[in-house]
């Protein structure tokens, strides 16, 4: 089965830094899915990538896919206090998109 | 349009009882995930259902547990005989297809065994 890794576990920036995080996944990514997940709260979808070399943007957070190196990449710009929360990288296997499997997250900490 | 509803926000209940889990998905979503997120984990997959149908059912434990989703009504996650290993976050996420990534999920309900 599909593993996904991340890295870091957990990222303390101050409020005005750039930062990335991973998702590596064990086996060919056929589509890649960034989540923020707030404590308490659901997931909320904020990109999918499927195509090798493909980058997405949304507000201060951009995502890349590295098909090759089967790794994802997700970048924020100018960190803001609103940007913390857990960050969930998903991916599908092939077929049943839904049944993703998702990495272990990375708490981002923003210091005021 | 209201989002995918989890229903009870959070559940307690003592070992060996029972505990159900619902979920509404969204309106003119006929496709609905379980997940369950133990604490300081990952979320891990348990079963996929469109309606009246188990389609996969993977990741779901073969005992005690069972989901379905009626062609009326909330999909249903149901646990027997809780124990204190199942104190978890269980969400739910619905599709209008079984393509594409799960964009759309639910709260979560928190279940705390005692």
């Known amino acids: 089965s599909q593993e996904l890794e991340q890295s870091p576990q957990s990222l303390i920036v101050q409020e005005g830094k750039n930062l990335t995080i991973n998702c590596t996944s064990s086996?060919?990514?056929?589509?890649l899915y960034w989540y923020k997940q707030k404590y308490g709260e659901g997931l909320i979808f904020l990109m999918m990538?499927?195509?090798?070399?493909e980058e997405k943007s949304h507000e201060k957070i951009t995502a890349k896919l590295d098909e090759k190196k089967q790794q994802s990449s997700l970048h924020i710009t100018a960190s803001q206090p609103s940007h913390a929360g857990i960050y969930l990288c998903?991916?599908?296997?092939?077929?049943?998109?839904?049944?993703?499997?998702f990495g272990d997250g990375t708490t981002l900490t923003v210091k005021p | 349009n209201a989002g995918v509803m989890q229903n009870p926000r959070h559940l307690v209940r003592r070992r060996g009882q029972e505990a159900r889990l619902r979920c509404s998905p969204m309106?003119?979503?006929?496709?609905v995930y379980w997940y369950r997120q133990l604490p300081e984990e990952g979320l891990k997959f348990m079963v996929y259902?469109?309606?009246?149908?188990?389609?996969?059912e993977s990741g779901m434990p073969k005992e005690r547990f069972s989901a379905e989703f009626p062609k009326e009504g909330p999909s249903i996650l149901r646990i027997q005989q809780v124990v204190r290993g199942d104190s978890a976050a269980y969400f739910c996420?619905?599709?209008?297809?079984?393509?594409?990534?799960?964009?759309?999920f639910g709260p979560g309900t928190r279940l705390t065994v005692l």
């Open positions: 996420a619905s599709s209008p297809s079984d393509w594409g990534p799960a964009q759309f």
């Open positions: 309106k003119g979503h006929s496709h």
């Open positions: 990538l499927q195509k090798g070399g």
């Open positions: 998903g991916a599908d296997g092939n077929t049943n998109a839904g049944k993703s499997t």
């Open positions: 086996k060919t990514l056929y589509g």
């Open positions: 259902l469109q309606k009246e149908n188990i389609i996969d």
